[in-house]
């Protein structure tokens, strides 16, 4: 846990650094940054301003991976909704760049639980989806026991594929339950 010397540090040094950003200071403004989070790394908008300045620096990767340690930092905290959103968001945009289409869905689909109207959201994540890897279903244990006693057997119909998400606010635990090409009438839940 940082001092309150460190902490005050790191403020101040952040503050600079935002005011290098909106000067177009680049390069000075992520030094600062950097000097912020070396004072104090248990603040998420610092590595999320510093995602944003190397972004404008066409560093992708590093702003993807500062962007997912601002997630870590903010998950949680309902006094940082709106960084974690953020952060997600931009998490996502950028994993979808470098084509790390898995994470991308990831963190856009956590993002639309939380603001399901955000367009830019919901845009992305249409683009993303058919591009993730599907998960494998896995091998039923009575199958793998009759194929090591050499058994033959017709296969069993392939199940859809279900995926699903949840999270969970003070008040209530929400579960997302998702499965491509099935009929609405034929659901029950």
Sequence with gaps: MPSSANKLTAKKLFQQGVEAFFDDEFEQAESLCTQAIAADSTVGE???????????????????????????LTANQSDQL???FKALYLHGKW????????????SLRKASTINPSHA???????????????????E??????????????APAPKRPQVRHEWYQTDSDVIL???IKRV???ATTV
């Design 95 to 106: 994993a979808y760049e470098l084509e790390h289409y898995d994470e991308s869905a990831e």
């Design 176 to 178: 997302e339950v998702f």
């Design 120 to 138: 830019e959201v919901k845009a992305l994540l249409e683009k993303v989806e058919p591009l993730t890897t599907p998960e494998p279903e896995p």
């Design 46 to 72: 610092y590595y999320l301003r510093r995602a944003q300045i190397r972004s404008k620096l066409d560093n992708k990767s590093m702003a993807a991976s500062d962007a997912y340690q601002a997630v870590k």
């Design 183 to 185: 009929q609405k009438d």
């Design 82 to 84: 709106r960084s974690y």
């Design 140 to 153: 039923p244990v009575a199958a793998a026991a009759d194929a090591s006693e050499n058994k033959v057997e």
